[in-house]
């Protein structure tokens, strides 16, 4: 909650008397009409304009013009926009079929209340496509920016690499930006080295099995590799079959505190 969660602000002001109020209340997402506009700048334009409604003042208790604005007052680090594709005429519910331009990075200073002018720059992190004739069928798709010029796309099980443009020309249902300075997704990925395979020579004499159990700990704490240990033959007192890995044969043994021991440290 703390990445999406922001805050809008609702400001009312009379037009015979001047009084104001303003209401405060929790942000998710911002949902946007898209009739009347081509881009997703726009939208948020026309979700933010000063608009004219009807409404009773508790001030000069009369009922008049007020004018309405919509800011956000407190941007989460994740903004969620959604775009108003469904329209319901009263009989069906139809999609709206039309291009909204989404920018790769937006100026969200622009829509707030923010009076301390920070810098508020917001890149695409990721867009949600819906595929379909209606709100009762058809197939979601994702493409995911995993860095500035890496893009994925992921539909059910099968992801594909694909080009921005590719990306920036489809229809979006939901955008979600990220505040600049965010880690990117494959800042996260961890990067898995392959397994290395450490045999354990435990027919040689002059070799103990503490020793070899030693040196295979020390392998893998001192490795940034995975590493997999087998044992060419069996130690005394574990039983380990040939080619066994050595975390397995001791998943089976519980023949003292010392392989105990070995055990859980090579599980750590």
Request: hydrophobic share 35%.
């Amino acid at each position: 909650m703390d990445a999406f969660g922001g805050r809008l602000v609702s400001k009312l002001r009379c037009c015979n008397c001047g009084h104001s109020s303003v209401t405060r209340e929790p942000l998710i997402d911002i949902s946007l009409e898209i009739e009347g506009v081509d881009s997703v700048p726009a939208a948020l334009e026309s979700f933010t304009k000063i608009e004219k409604i009807e409404f009773s003042c508790e001030r000069c208790k009369t009922h008049g013009p007020f004018e309405k604005q919509l800011l956000i007052d407190h941007a989460p680090t994740v903004v969620v926009l959604h775009l108003k594709r469904f329209k319901n005429n009263g009989l069906v519910v139809q999609k709206v079929e039309k291009n909204v331009l989404f920018p790769l990075e937006l100026d969200m200073l622009l829509y707030t209340n923010d009076i301390n002018n920070e810098e508020m720059k917001y890149d695409l992190y990721a867009v949600i496509v819906h595929y379909g004739p209606s709100t009762s069928s058809g197939h979601y798709y994702s493409f995911i920016r995993c860095a500035p010029n890496e893009w994925y796309k992921f539909n059910d099980e099968k992801v594909d690499y694909v080009q921005e443009d590719l990306v920036l020309a489809e229809h979006a249902y939901i955008m979600l930006y990220a505040k600049r300075g965010t880690p990117w997704f494959s800042d996260y990925i961890e990067i898995h080295r392959p397994f290395v395979n450490l045999v354990i020579p435990t027919t040689s004499n002059d070799v103990s099995d503490e020793t070899s159990l030693k040196l295979a700990l020390n392998k893998i704490e001192n490795n940034d590799s995975h590493v997999k240990v087998y044992c060419e033959d069996q130690l005394q007192n574990v039983e380990i079959k040939q080619d066994e890995e050595l975390t397995d044969a001791l998943d089976r043994n519980s023949h003292g505190s010392s392989v105990n021991g070995k055990k859980r440290k090579l599980q750590d």
